[in-house]
């Protein structure tokens, strides 16, 4: 830290956040989060709407901290290792702050030391990274979205702890969660111990009447009440119930295609327009001997990777897969043609039609389909029973969840079922990639599992309904299982 600041700026930035924020980070914060920020309970919850200033918040909070409180540890977990990386980008911006020019002794991208002695320390949430250590701050970024063995775990180290502090800020999932338990604690009855706080997306100063009115065509009136209201919703309508979804999740690794070394995976394509690109990878869990007792011979699925681009280019979305498709064996890329789709999907079989292959690897073939309701329903259909039998495990993705439980359903007087979307192009990329990707599997598909097991020596995880999957998961080699193509589009020639 620069010597030419005041002693007693230093000291008046220590005691008061606000003047930290303004002074030192030269990154002020509105009241609301003002309010959050100085509160002194023990245990601060805040549950928000999107685009409300959380993650700003957060990242002052954890800077603040190490910096008035030399020799401290600030432990922020995140839902995702893609949303840890990014709470530490925003740590690192506010460093760059004049005054805060050379704070940082050591940046990596889990870990900032401070000039301080302080430590601030991002990573996925798992209940490992609490246990048996000294935490001074312990700030939980999407905390609804986690275990709650993590929040058994942070009772007994954390809060037990004198001195030490909780935040966590969400924006709303299931009630039966310690975060909504948590949260309700504090709102009732703000104490020392717990103070709550409800930030809807109009408490920030830029959330406008456009951006509003913008939310309101590419939601539907549930998301909404989610996403900018701030609200918990029900499972009143949803194709898919929030339990169904969460007890199917675990923390399990995603693997990047850098990573990935050639395993056999089926990709699905999702081109935004007024929303973002995605794209979502399916393979089969090599595990071995573990779901035997569960699932005998019958095939279980997990997503080995996903992304998703906000307001990235068609042709820099193409090369990204075209990346994935050079780490990842993949058996076959299915990609949407309608709305946008059709001249990106062009252009990116041409991209992948050119792209060298080893000899042992074989082409991948990219498929053009067309998205229509039937298309929808057997996908989403497909995804049900899977999830229903405990055969497919998701990653505890935010984002991909709260997609999955916003899909409405409509009972035809036929008795077919219809998957409504919202009127426009909602934010549904992800669940849409997913969907695509469901044509791929086969219900009846059984492989032999080794019936005299070998010990384990690598972490395993099992979800709520008890299939068990490693932490650092892998594709199953079984290519045959992941051919099959359900609607593909007419004119398209079996290869
Ligand atoms: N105090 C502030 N002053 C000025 N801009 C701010 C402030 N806090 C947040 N912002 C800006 O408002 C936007 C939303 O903030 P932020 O990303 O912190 O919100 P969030 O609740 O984490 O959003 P999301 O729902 O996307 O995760 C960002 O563009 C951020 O730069
Ligand atoms: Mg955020």
């Not at 050639?262 to 973002?276: E, H, K, L, M, T």
């Not at 505890?396 to 007087?413: D, I, V």
Request: glycine fraction near 6%; hydrophobic fraction near 40%; include cysteine.
């Amino acid at each position: 830290m620069t010597a030419t600041i005041d002693r007693a700026l230093i000291r008046a930035a220590r005691d008061d956040i606000d003047i930290f924020a303004r002074e030192i980070a030269r990154a002020p914060l509105w009241p609301h989060q003002i309010e959050l920020a100085r509160s002194p309970a023990k245990i601060r919850a805040v549950c928000s709407g999107r685009q409300a200033g959380k993650s700003r918040t957060l990242a002052v909070l954890a800077l603040h901290q190490a910096f008035s409180v030399p020799g401290s540890k600030t432990l922020v977990l995140s839902a995702g290792e893609e949303a840890a990386k990014l709470v530490l980008a925003s740590i690192a911006e506010l460093l760059s702050s004049p005054l805060l020019a050379g704070a940082a002794v050591e940046e990596n991208k889990s870990r900032i030391l401070l000039s301080t002695g302080s430590e601030i320390v991002s990573a996925p949430a798992s209940t490992r990274q609490v246990r048996g250590r000294s935490i001074d701050l312990l700030i939980l970024d999407e905390a609804n979205f986690m275990d709650e063995a993590l929040w058994t775990a942070a009772k007994f180290t954390v809060i037990a702890r004198p001195g030490s502090r909780i935040v966590m800020a969400s924006s709303p999932w299931t009630r039966d969660h310690f975060f909504h338990r948590q949260w309700q604690i504090g709102r009732i009855d703000p104490t020392a111990r717990a103070e709550s706080f409800h930030w809807p997306s109009t408490a920030s100063p830029l959330v406008d009447a456009e951006l509003l009115e913008d939310f309101r065509k590419t939601m539907t009136s549930r998301e909404y009440a989610r996403e900018v209201l701030a609200e918990w919703i029900d499972d009143q309508g949803a194709y898919f119930t929030a339990s169904e979804l969460d007890d199917n999740t675990a923390d399990y690794a995603l693997t990047p295609p850098e990573r990935a070394y050639g395993q056999i995976a089926v990709a699905g394509v999702d081109w935004g327009f007024n929303d973002s690109n995605a794209l979502v990878l399916l393979g089969v869990l090599d595990d071995g001997e573990l779901n035997r007792g569960r699932h005998q011979n019958e095939l279980v699925y997990f997503l080995p990777w996903l992304e998703h681009h906000s307001k990235m280019q068609y042709s820099q979305f193409i090369d990204r897969i075209a990346t994935v498709a050079r780490g990842y064996d993949l058996a076959q890329i299915i990609s949407e043609t309608n709305g946008v789709g059709a001249m990106p999907t062009q252009v990116l079989r041409n991209t992948i039609d050119r792209q060298e292959w080893t000899s042992t690897r074989s082409r991948t073939p990219v498929f053009p389909v067309t998205t229509d309701n039937r298309r929808k329903t057997s996908g989403y259909g497909a995804l049900k029973v899977l999830l229903q039998q405990g055969r497919i495990v998701l990653p505890r993705n935010p984002e991909l969840l709260k997609q999955l439980h916003a899909l409405t359903y409509e009972q035809l007087p036929s008795g077919a079922v219809k998957i409504e979307v919202p009127e426009h192009a909602g934010h549904d990329d992800l669940a849409d990639a997913l969907m695509q990707v469901m044509a791929a599997t086969e219900s009846g598909m059984q492989s032999w599992r080794p019936d005299n097991p070998r010990p384990r020596k690598c972490e395993v995880l099992t979800t709520t309904v008890g299939t068990h999957i490693p932490a650092e998961p892998r594709c199953w080699d079984l290519p045959y299982a992941l051919i099959r193509s359900r609607g593909r589009d007419k004119g398209e020639s079996w290869w």
